[in-house]
């Protein structure tokens, strides 16, 4: 086992995202002596699988386990991290958000919420923790990031997917009787860029699977036993959910090809119609906005920046576009070089994000609608906006919470 070394393993189908997961990781503050080591899985079948696979691979004392969409804001979150190992031999997990009571109906969130949600509205700070730091006992946290010091195995002989995974990796833990904890947190020592928004095509299969296994474990670290008297409930609202979005799916996929086939024309006009044409349709349908995926949010915003930006007549964000997909890979990226503002990143990072705003057109319009939009979950609104406007003059109408 190499001692000193921290393997941070990643599953990715975006390579985008992943190269900028490996940009956050590799700013990263590390302790004398220490080294790292990004192993990647692409494509994995389930996010067991590709765990396994990749803890198999590695040597490293210290596994660092992250959605591609995560990024370690923290420059010292090595530091912490290895304090905390090293402070109990016991500590098998470290997590970022988690419960120590998890409800019967084994949503974790519905439980007491222990530690930082990974986003935040707050001047990012790096925070190294000293010797009276405080850590929360969990039964579970959550999987955008889990900090691991021992090797066991992630139970893909039951999770085939991408839900509950983690829960049940906690739980595995326990059952060898470490300890699962959660470092108490001045803000989020991370940023999930996806943490508001939930797939749950799959949730309520995996949810079985979970009970048929763990029936019989000890889920409450607290005196308050949750006892949810809504699981029946919870169940209704997962077949809800399904029927809603079996429904929005069938339309979507209309709603979708003629989008991409009016971006291939230029024919913006078009969308703007079939815009107000889903939106209609959404509205008629009571209820249908529970299963609407992250993307319609995002072109909702979209569609804003457009008729702001047709009534100043520039540039606009649509263009350059051929496909919906493509449209949304541009918001994404927009999303993503803005949020580096935020943190001290070296020049070529940001020229990076200032030449993707020139080479593309990226109007104040637009940038103004995805800053202010919760969907793209940036937090430091006021550096952004003092950055942008030192470097492009933009004037940028932001709502600042």
Sequence with gaps: MKINEIAFIVCYN????????????????????????????????????????????SDA?????????????????????????????????IGITGTDALPDSAIWWRGEVKG????????????????NYNLSE?????????????????REDIFDGFDFYDISQCLEYRRRGYRVVIAEQRLPWCIHADGFFLDLD????????FFEEYEKEEYYLNDSHVLM???????ALLRDYKRKKEKFDSFQTIFLGEISDALKNNEYEKIMSLY???????????????????DYLRFMVIMDAYQKESMAGIRLFLENTESFSELMGKFRKVEIYLRRLEYDFDNDAY???????????????????????????????????????????????????
Excluded at 276 to 294: F, Y
Aim: aromatic residues 12%; contains cysteine.
């Design 229 to 235: 008297n809504d699981v029946m409930e919870i169940e």
């Design 138 to 154: 969990a039964v579970a946290v959550d999987g955008f990031l889990i900090a691991t010091s021992k090797n066991v195995e992630w």
């Design 61 to 93: 004392w210290i596994k660092v386990y992250l959605h591609q969409d995560t990024f370690i804001a923290n420059r010292y979150f090595i530091f912490n991290i290895v304090e905390i190992f090293n402070s109990d031999e016991n500590i098998g997990i």
């Design 14 to 57: 975006d390579e985008f995202l992943m190269g900028e997961c490996k940009k956050y990781i590799e700013r990263l503050y590390l302790p004398e002596g220490y080294s790292i080591d990004i192993i990647t899985v692409a494509e994995a079948p389930s996010m067991c699988a590709g765990y396994n696979a990749a803890m198999k691979s």
């Design 116 to 131: 930082k949600f990974p986003f935040t509205k707050e001047e990012y700070i790096d925070e190294r923790i000293g010797e």
């Design 276 to 294: 107000v044409e889903s939106a209609n349709n959404i509205t008629e349908n009571e209820g249908m906005l529970m299963a609407i995926p992250a």
């Design 202 to 209: 799959n949730y309520a299969d995996a949810r079985k699977k």
């Design 351 to 401: 020229n990076e994000t200032f030449d993707f705003i020139y080479n593309e057109n990226i109007s104040q319009y637009a940038i103004s609608e995805i800053m202010n939009s919760a969907v793209a979950q940036l937090g430091n609104l006021d550096r952004i906006k003092k950055i942008i406007q030192e470097r492009t003059g933009y004037e940028c109408n932001i709502i600042c919470e």
